[in-house]
């Protein structure tokens, strides 16, 4: 090739081409010999390239490739490897009892570790990442639960939710005592005060704590009991501890009494399989607040 | 064609005319066309060492036979652990990331005793260079040993330099074909087992052997096997002295660190000018004239395995393998002059007699004191900690979320994420303290209380086991947004302990 044209263009010292256009000549200057040839076997290797894996695109699919090789069934395949691998384990958490979960040590650990990840995708957007709650949300880490601790009651609110509208959920509202006008303005404030020297909050100077006293065992003991100490089976709280669920401040109390409470927990039976539901519910017990 | 532009600043004034003229005339000569002729590269020269016996050609081969065997053989060694380790003496244990060296196992996390290992080695070189230069080039590195063992089997198949030179400038026959056809299936039989010794240090050395006997060996085994095989053949039985002349640091590290006290192999010029033919060398002395020792016989190049000239002083190129001294021994011997014309000698000690002054070696120097301090100082620390290294160890991990947790009668909890590492090989039965609170109770999360109320971590040997602990304080006093404490780690049986310092969280004030 370069025989052809020994011509050197006298100012770099480079072949020339031969090619001339108005006065202006063409330099020769090749690719290494080395670089052609790796370009060359990259365009044979390409032709078994195309060979082996899918790549002409068709009309309405593509050439398959000898190997039957699929990215989409590539990552089938892994996650299939995956069930696979963790099969046993995953099997003997769905059909083992809560209590036979938590004195295996093997299974105790499989299931919290099952427990983190279904957390974070599922309940995290409320009860925050290691279930420290949120106003509205109850942390799950304390030992006072709304509708009980022990891991037979944890399982039941997973499942079916609170207020969600299953028939085996939660159910029990704070009614609308203000709205509904059950209570006027000047008494709501009177059990609101009442409410927060349960705890031993300090109440509004000079008030007559008898009033609310008295409202409160008419309207409110129902439900929260006689003494506050509230009741699991309609989810009413403990007005007599150090935790509120929405906050301690009066006018957060008066709120409550004056529009009710009721926040939702979807049911998370429908959603949830068999084995995660249990290794949620061993995974939120043993935040550290669970009851024996 | 490169044209070297001279820029000068504006500043710069340039008063005489004579000093202008220098300018240009520099500019002019920069701007010469440079000389495209000249090669890049050196072709290379294929190197036919000849054999040769004496001192130095034995202590090479006590070294050959003793490290290679080293290298081969130490996988096999067992050294018995217990039933809860593995019983090679030394394994790099990459599944189970453990390191076994006799009765030492590491953790990944002791990497730093490597790193010392590293320190220590590089002493060691420094210290050996300063005392006799390249004992490392010339007898121990890996590069050396199989190279010369390599050159043993070409000798031994190819004849030595003469023969094997002689058949190789000939047309080749099939006599040519057939001797080098056997070469190379000893260099790749030698080349493979290298490979085949270097994967025993990962697994246990007669299982995998079995394995790689019926074929069911892993993969990976099969690969670096080749990878090896590759890499021996082509390092020692093609490239050579090449390696030490273009791909190894160590020659240019070594030229930067050396220093004139330093034993070289030197050829003794004083004692070697003029050199001339024995013959002549008779009939000059004969008329009292001066004559020097060496008789340009070449066996000195003719021996060595880089092909260096040793007479003609220090060289990059000289590994320092005294296999010249050993050459020229033998024939100073023959011709009845003392020995020693190449010998470990130093440049300033050839100045000092060519001045007729006494001769001096000076092993004991500023650097050769101070290396010898750095690595007694790294040594023994590192034996020191060796010596003194806990068995037993715990990392404590706050929660993040939430950092504080008020139960109901208003006192706070903190929880913790606990590893515990268990170093012994058996099973270890822990608890755990915690100081720095008025009134605390800890508590493993799901882990039932013994009869008498506490509660143990079992740890199996060699293992480490994650615990969550939450800790209540009962305080009636507040503590403060953050209290420092501490986690001590118990083992109820040896009572050996592991402190860990961490912080208890709370509102604040």
């Given at each position: 090739m370069a025989e052809e044209h020994k011509e050197i263009d006298p100012i770099t010292g480079t072949p020339t081409t031969g090619h001339e256009w108005d006065g202006l000549r063409e330099l020769n200057t090749p690719l290494p010999r080395w670089w052609l040839w790796l370009f060359y076997i990259t365009i044979i290797w390409s032709v078994g390239y195309w060979i082996v894996y899918p790549a002409w695109p068709l009309l309405t699919n593509s050439t398959q490739g000898v190997l039957g090789y699929h990215t989409r069934s590539a990552v089938a395949e892994d996650l299939d490897g995956l069930k696979q691998q963790r099969g046993p384990m995953v099997e003997k958490l769905a059909t083992a009892s809560l209590a036979s979960i938590v004195v295996d040590p093997q299974l105790l650990e499989f299931a919290r570790a099952q427990g983190r990840v279904a957390f974070a995708d599922n309940c995290a957007p409320c009860h925050g990442a290691g279930g420290g709650g949120a106003k509205g949300y109850?942390?799950?880490?304390?030992?006072?639960w709304l509708w009980g601790g022990k891991l037979a009651d944890i399982e039941q609110t997973i499942r079916y939710g609170a207020r969600a509208g299953d028939d085996k959920g939660r159910s029990g509202l704070m009614p609308a005592f203000g709205r509904d006008n059950i209570l006027k303005p000047n008494e709501i404030s009177a059990v609101a005060d009442y409410t927060r020297s349960l705890s031993g909050l300090p109440t509004e100077?000079?008030?007559?704590?008898g009033l609310g006293k008295k409202l409160f065992a008419d309207?409110?003991?129902?439900?929260?009991g006689p003494d506050g100490k509230g009741n699991r089976e309609t989810g009413a709280p403990d007005l007599t501890d150090k935790i509120w669920l929405y906050g301690a401040d009066k006018q957060i109390i008066v709120q409550g009494i004056q529009n009710g409470r009721g926040s939702v927990m979807p049911a998370w039976g429908g959603r949830l399989s068999e084995s995660t539901i249990k290794a949620l519910t061993v995974y939120v017990h043993t935040f550290g607040g669970g009851e024996k | 064609m490169t044209a070297r532009v001279r820029t000068m600043s504006l500043d710069q004034q340039i008063t005489s005319e004579p000093a202008l003229a220098r300018l240009v005339a520099e500019a002019e000569i920069g701007a010469a066309p440079p000389d495209d002729d000249v090669p890049l590269y050196a072709p290379r020269r294929k190197i036919y060492p000849q054999s040769v016996r004496g001192t130095f050609r034995n202590v090479k081969w006590a070294v050959l036979v003793v490290t290679l065997a080293i290298y081969y053989l130490l996988p096999f060694v067992r050294w018995d652990r217990g039933p809860n380790a593995p019983s090679q003496a030394v394994l790099i244990d990459f599944p189970n990331r453990r390191f076994y060296f006799f009765s030492i196992e590491i953790w990944p996390q002791e990497v730093y005793y490597l790193t010392g290992l590293l320190i220590l080695a590089a002493i060691v070189l420094f210290l050996m260079n300063a005392v006799a230069g390249r004992v490392w080039c010339g007898y121990l590195c890996p590069q050396t040993v199989w190279t010369d063992l390599f050159f043993a089997i070409e000798r031994l198949v190819e004849g030595d330099r003469r023969e094997h030179m002689q058949r190789d400038s000939r047309n080749w026959t099939v006599e040519t074909y057939v001797r080098k056809g056997i070469k190379h299936s000893l260099w790749l039989f030698v080349a493979w087992w290298t490979g085949g010794a270097w994967v025993l240090y990962f697994a246990d050395a007669p299982t995998l052997v079995k394995e790689l006997a019926t074929g069911t060996a892993p993969f990976i085994a099969y690969a670096w096997i080749g990878i090896l095989t590759v890499t021996t053949y082509f390092l020692a039985g093609h490239m050579r002295e090449q390696v030490c002349l273009y791909m190894c640091p160590w020659p240019r590290i070594q030229a930067a660190l050396t220093d004139e006290f330093a034993l070289n192999v030197t050829y003794r010029y004083d004692r070697g000018?003029?050199?001339?033919?024995a013959k002549k060398a008779e009939q000059l002395r004969a008329h009292g004239q001066p004559a020097g020792?060496?008789?340009?016989?070449l066996q000195c190049v003719h021996v060595c395995p880089t092909g260096v000239d040793i007479r003609g002083g220090a060289n990059l190129g000289c590994i320092q393998c005294g296999l010249c001294i050993d050459a020229c021994d033998a024939i100073m011997n023959k011709l009845g002059r003392a020995t020693g014309l190449i010998a470990y000698d130093t440049d300033l000690n050839i100045k000092e007699r060519l001045e007729d002054k006494q001769p001096f070696y000076k092993p004991v120097r500023l650097r050769t004191v101070l290396y010898a301090a750095i690595i007694a100082v790294v040594g023994g620390v590192m034996l020191y900690t060796l010596a003194t290294r806990d068995s037993e160890g715990m990392s404590v991990i706050h929660d993040r979320n939430p950092m504080y947790v008020r139960l109901s009668d208003g006192s706070l909890r903190n929880g913790y994420t606990i590893r515990i590492v268990n170093k012994q090989l058996k099973y270890r039965d822990f608890i755990i303290r915690v100081d720095g609170l008025p009134s605390t109770l800890i508590d493993f999360v799901g882990l039932p209380p013994r009869a008498d109320g506490r509660q143990l971590v079992t740890v199996g040997p060699d293992q480490t086991k994650e615990v969550r602990l939450v800790v209540t304080d009962y305080s009636t006093t507040p503590p403060a947004a953050s209290t420092s404490i501490l986690f001590k780690l118990i083992d109820?049986?040896?009572?050996q302990t592991a402190e860990v310092r961490d912080h208890f969280f709370g509102p604040g004030q």
């Amino acid at each position: 090739m370069a025989e052809e044209h020994k011509e050197i263009d006298p100012i770099t010292g480079t072949p020339t081409t031969g090619h001339e256009w108005d006065g202006l000549r063409e330099l020769n200057t090749p690719l290494p010999r080395w670089w052609l040839w790796l370009f060359y076997i990259t365009i044979i290797w390409s032709v078994g390239y195309w060979i082996v894996y899918p790549a002409w695109p068709l009309l309405t699919n593509s050439t398959q490739g000898v190997l039957g090789y699929h990215t989409r069934s590539a990552v089938a395949e892994d996650l299939d490897g995956l069930k696979q691998q963790r099969g046993p384990m995953v099997e003997k958490l769905a059909t083992a009892s809560l209590a036979s979960i938590v004195v295996d040590p093997q299974l105790l650990e499989f299931a919290r570790a099952q427990g983190r990840v279904a957390f974070a995708d599922n309940c995290a957007p409320c009860h925050g990442a290691g279930g420290g709650g949120a106003k509205g949300y109850p942390n799950l880490n304390d030992d006072d639960w709304l509708w009980g601790g022990k891991l037979a009651d944890i399982e039941q609110t997973i499942r079916y939710g609170a207020r969600a509208g299953d028939d085996k959920g939660r159910s029990g509202l704070m009614p609308a005592f203000g709205r509904d006008n059950i209570l006027k303005p000047n008494e709501i404030s009177a059990v609101a005060d009442y409410t927060r020297s349960l705890s031993g909050l300090p109440t509004e100077p000079g008030i007559d704590l008898g009033l609310g006293k008295k409202l409160f065992a008419d309207n409110c003991a129902v439900c929260h009991g006689p003494d506050g100490k509230g009741n699991r089976e309609t989810g009413a709280p403990d007005l007599t501890d150090k935790i509120w669920l929405y906050g301690a401040d009066k006018q957060i109390i008066v709120q409550g009494i004056q529009n009710g409470r009721g926040s939702v927990m979807p049911a998370w039976g429908g959603r949830l399989s068999e084995s995660t539901i249990k290794a949620l519910t061993v995974y939120v017990h043993t935040f550290g607040g669970g009851e024996k | 064609m490169t044209a070297r532009v001279r820029t000068m600043s504006l500043d710069q004034q340039i008063t005489s005319e004579p000093a202008l003229a220098r300018l240009v005339a520099e500019a002019e000569i920069g701007a010469a066309p440079p000389d495209d002729d000249v090669p890049l590269y050196a072709p290379r020269r294929k190197i036919y060492p000849q054999s040769v016996r004496g001192t130095f050609r034995n202590v090479k081969w006590a070294v050959l036979v003793v490290t290679l065997a080293i290298y081969y053989l130490l996988p096999f060694v067992r050294w018995d652990r217990g039933p809860n380790a593995p019983s090679q003496a030394v394994l790099i244990d990459f599944p189970n990331r453990r390191f076994y060296f006799f009765s030492i196992e590491i953790w990944p996390q002791e990497v730093y005793y490597l790193t010392g290992l590293l320190i220590l080695a590089a002493i060691v070189l420094f210290l050996m260079n300063a005392v006799a230069g390249r004992v490392w080039c010339g007898y121990l590195c890996p590069q050396t040993v199989w190279t010369d063992l390599f050159f043993a089997i070409e000798r031994l198949v190819e004849g030595d330099r003469r023969e094997h030179m002689q058949r190789d400038s000939r047309n080749w026959t099939v006599e040519t074909y057939v001797r080098k056809g056997i070469k190379h299936s000893l260099w790749l039989f030698v080349a493979w087992w290298t490979g085949g010794a270097w994967v025993l240090y990962f697994a246990d050395a007669p299982t995998l052997v079995k394995e790689l006997a019926t074929g069911t060996a892993p993969f990976i085994a099969y690969a670096w096997i080749g990878i090896l095989t590759v890499t021996t053949y082509f390092l020692a039985g093609h490239m050579r002295e090449q390696v030490c002349l273009y791909m190894c640091p160590w020659p240019r590290i070594q030229a930067a660190l050396t220093d004139e006290f330093a034993l070289n192999v030197t050829y003794r010029y004083d004692r070697g000018e003029p050199r001339c033919s024995a013959k002549k060398a008779e009939q000059l002395r004969a008329h009292g004239q001066p004559a020097g020792d060496c008789v340009d016989c070449l066996q000195c190049v003719h021996v060595c395995p880089t092909g260096v000239d040793i007479r003609g002083g220090a060289n990059l190129g000289c590994i320092q393998c005294g296999l010249c001294i050993d050459a020229c021994d033998a024939i100073m011997n023959k011709l009845g002059r003392a020995t020693g014309l190449i010998a470990y000698d130093t440049d300033l000690n050839i100045k000092e007699r060519l001045e007729d002054k006494q001769p001096f070696y000076k092993p004991v120097r500023l650097r050769t004191v101070l290396y010898a301090a750095i690595i007694a100082v790294v040594g023994g620390v590192m034996l020191y900690t060796l010596a003194t290294r806990d068995s037993e160890g715990m990392s404590v991990i706050h929660d993040r979320n939430p950092m504080y947790v008020r139960l109901s009668d208003g006192s706070l909890r903190n929880g913790y994420t606990i590893r515990i590492v268990n170093k012994q090989l058996k099973y270890r039965d822990f608890i755990i303290r915690v100081d720095g609170l008025p009134s605390t109770l800890i508590d493993f999360v799901g882990l039932p209380p013994r009869a008498d109320g506490r509660q143990l971590v079992t740890v199996g040997p060699d293992q480490t086991k994650e615990v969550r602990l939450v800790v209540t304080d009962y305080s009636t006093t507040p503590p403060a947004a953050s209290t420092s404490i501490l986690f001590k780690l118990i083992d109820i049986d040896s009572g050996q302990t592991a402190e860990v310092r961490d912080h208890f969280f709370g509102p604040g004030q």
